[in-house]
């Protein structure tokens, strides 16, 4: 068996020779899958990478290696219900944990905000002023059971602020409610 402290020198090695990354490196002649034996391949291709003093490159190249689109990793952030952004990167989960610490950088392009990505509940403040625009725009949001229906039916979307809206708030904002 191979140790992951090889692994991970042959990696840097590579990464800081070429200025790339390979998810492989051949060890013995038998090809070792990387994210196998590195759970934090991500991280280490990333702090590697921009060492090379090259950020674009190391930007490319961890947009090239992303396993989800934006959408489809706001939706698995949000699933595992953190409550702030060092609660995400303070989680270890090597195996089924694939979303990268640095998911702002990764997904730069369609990035709005930790609380946004995370799925983050909006402040009562926040939650109230949402509320009222959407009583606005639909005038039959006007009970308990329209809401629940509203929240539990797909109709908002991730990329709506009411997408951040407790299915429960009079639970959630019990001090304020």
């Not at 090259?54 to 953190?82: C, H, Q, V």
């Not at 059971?145 to 407790?166: C, F, M, N, V």
Request: proline share 3%.
């Amino acid at each position: 068996m191979v140790s992951v402290t090889f692994v991970v020198r042959i990696a840097v090695s590579l990464i800081l020779s070429t200025g790339t990354a390979s998810s492989f490196v051949a060890v013995n002649h038998k090809k070792i899958g990387l994210r196998q034996h590195l759970p934090s391949f991500h991280l280490l291709m990333s702090s590697a990478q921009d060492n090379t003093n090259n950020k674009d490159m190391s930007t490319r190249a961890i947009k090239s290696r992303t396993l989800y689109t934006f959408s489809e990793a706001r939706k698995k952030g949000r699933a595992y219900g953190f409550t702030s952004k060092e609660e995400f990167v303070d989680y270890e989960c090597a195996g089924s944990y694939q979303l990268p610490k640095n998911a702002d950088e990764v997904w730069a392009d369609d990035w709005t905000s930790w609380e946004d990505f995370l799925g983050i509940p909006l402040t009562f403040d926040q939650a109230k002023m949402t509320v009222r625009d959407l009583v606005e725009k639909d005038a039959t949001l006007n009970s308990e059971e329209a809401y629940l229906e509203l929240k539990r039916g797909g109709t908002i979307s991730d990329d709506e602020l009411a997408s951040r809206l407790p299915l429960k708030p009079d639970l959630y904002y019990k001090a304020e409610w």
